[in-house]
């Protein structure tokens, strides 16, 4: 299935697809637009038989997964028909939607966050942006007065930050040489002083369940693993519950495990959700994490290798979404789809970001350039059985958090 | 010769430079990794005006990454191209 594709014009420096708005970061780093992203896509002209794949494309991808298990997906009559929607919709692409943009955009306004940024993402109605002076956060979604993001922006740490990523009320940060950084989030009530998780070289992270596995380009990768939520190191359920709802997300770091011991070489590698990956001669070693089990054989469960095809040059940026696996490239960037179809996408791009842990926008690919931004959704992994599939993370309604 | 080299404030005696050859930037030399590497970064010995530069790793050492305003004045001025601000500000490889 050809992936979707739709373009704004602009010079734009990073973009956040959050809760129906689209954020834009403009180049110099002096403004961010926030845009309408539901109106601007009905916007969108094409005829009614098409209006499905639309919405399921670009701003509802959850509606096609959430309805996976049931009878309708094992029609091949539905699965053609689906298809064929999708394929019609691609002919169309890319869906020019410049035309809209002024109707849809709802502020342009001062940017609050240091820049240039090294990572943004959003949790919980808050935006956290991660720089050269630490992770600075604030309070976003506000679109009936003032400002989308608001203009006072706090600081949860200080120092160089090359990437963050917040789950179960935690913020791991990517602090290069001085390690892997955890804080609390106020959220959970149980905000904590920031603590070093690792003094290992840590570039990027990125949450596996209820653990963090941090990646690196100049050191082994590892896994910092937390109990699970509710229970103890031991695996038993936690006695000292005060608050049910608290306690029950409450999450403690144990320890550390190398990806060398994960895969028994080193070697670059990633990791998300229920996927850890390994570059090993071209090919991305995939490994199924189950952290539930205590067995470390059960634990981590080897699934197969998948070919790379031809390298575009050296490797600087990798991600996991449902979808499959994104390695970006000096030369470009490489999408190897859950269904095992490789799509390569050259040029150098300004940046690039998926949403792996959103509601509605999981299918989405976002690839900045000079003078546009080019969003691609993939939807080949509807029909792609999520136990069985190599590439890409498994679909789990559990784990959209936010 | 060294362009654009940016004292990032008086206190911390760190500046940082690019180096053109031919109107071109170039490469300053390797790090241990093997990494070709581009960014000069100076430092002042204390209590002379002597400055003392080595090609930074921003890949390795988070302290060679140069400062926001740096990478956001050398990007402004066209000096590196956004991708590579971005690449450097995040620790990812970057080749000129």
């Known amino acids: 299935m050809q992936p979707l594709k739709l373009t704004i014009p602009g010079s734009f420096y990073d973009s956040l697809l959050y809760k129906g708005h689209l954020y834009l970061w403009d180049v110099s780093g002096k403004q961010i637009t926030t845009i309408d992203w539901d109106r601007l896509v009905e916007s969108i002209r094409v005829p009614e038989a098409l209006r499905l794949p639309l919405a399921c494309g670009f701003r509802a991808s959850e509606r096609l997964y959430k309805s996976r298990d049931e009878l309708l997906y094992r029609d091949k009559d539905f ?41 943004v993402i959003a949790y919980y109605d808050v935006v956290y942006v991660s720089s050269g002076v630490g ?121 550390t495990v190398s990806s060398d011991q994960i895969f028994g070489s080193r070697s670059f590698a990633w990791g998300r959700h229920d996927k850890l990956c390994q570059i090993q001669d071209g090919h991305a070693a995939v490994v199924r994490h189950v952290p539930w089990k205590r067995e470390f054989n059960s634990r981590f469960v080897p699934l197969g290798r998948i070919a790379l095809g031809e390298s575009l040059g050296d490797l600087v940026s990798v991600d996991s979404a449902l979808f499959g696996f994104i390695l970006e490239y000096d030369q470009g960037l490489k999408v190897v789809q859950s269904d095992g179809q490789l799509v390569t996408i050259p040029g150098e791009p300004v940046n690039w970001r998926v949403f792996p842990m959103s509601v509605s926008y999981e299918n989405q690919l976002h690839i900045l350039y000079d003078d546009r931004l080019e969003i691609w959704s993939f939807n080949n992994d509807y029909l792609v059985d999520q136990e069985s599939k190599i590439a890409g993370v498994k679909y789990s309604p559990r784990s959209r958090i936010h | 010769m060294f362009v654009r080299a940016y004292q990032t404030a008086r206190a911390d005696s760190t500046a940082w430079g690019l180096h053109l050859a031919s109107r071109m930037l170039g490469y300053l030399g390797e790090g241990a990794s093997g990494r070709r590497l581009f960014v000069g970064k100076f430092l002042a010995s204390y209590g002379f005006p002597i400055w003392h530069g080595y090609p930074a790793d921003h890949v390795a050492h988070s302290q060679d990454i140069p400062p926001d305003p740096v990478l956001q004045a050398w990007s402004q001025s066209g000096l590196i191209t956004a991708s590579k601000m971005r690449k450097l500000a995040r620790g990812r490889p970057c080749n000129l």
Request: with cysteine; glycine share 8%; net charge positive.
């Open chain 1, 79 to 119: 699965r053609r028909l689906l298809t064929s929607k999708f394929a019609r919709l691609a002919e169309r692409s890319p869906l020019d939607v410049s035309a809209w943009i002024p109707g849809c955009t709802l502020k342009v306004q001062p940017n609050p966050f240091a820049f240039p940024h090294s990572d």
């Open chain 1, 135 to 255: 992770v600075q956060y604030s309070s976003c979604h506000h679109i009936r007065k003032g400002n989308p993001i608001r203009t006072n922006p706090q600081m949860i740490w200080a120092g160089r930050a090359t990437g963050i990523a917040a789950s179960y009320g935690h913020m791991a940060i990517s602090a290069g040489s001085e390690g892997l950084i955890d804080v609390g989030l106020s959220r959970y009530d149980y905000r904590h002083e920031p603590s070093t998780l690792s003094t290992l070289h840590s570039t990027f992270a990125a949450w596996t369940y209820w653990s963090v596995f941090s990646g690196s380009f100049e050191s082994g990768a590892y896994l910092a693993e937390f109990t699970q939520p509710g229970k103890t190191r031991d695996g038993s359920p936690r006695l000292d519950r005060q608050d049910q709802t608290q306690k029950d997300l409450r999450i403690d770091f144990m320890d």
